[in-house]
């Protein structure tokens, strides 16, 4: 699970908000 969230981050800061929450 710390993997995603860091996968998520990573996605936050390429600017896909969206898709970070799609995959909350």
């Known amino acids: ?3 995603n ?3 998520t981050s990573e996605s ?3 600017g896909h ?3 970070v ?3 909350i």
């Open 1 to 3: 699970m710390k993997s």
């Open 5 to 7: 969230f860091l996968f």
């Open 12 to 14: 936050v800061s390429e």
């Open 17 to 19: 908000p969206d898709k």
């Open 21 to 23: 929450c799609d995959r």
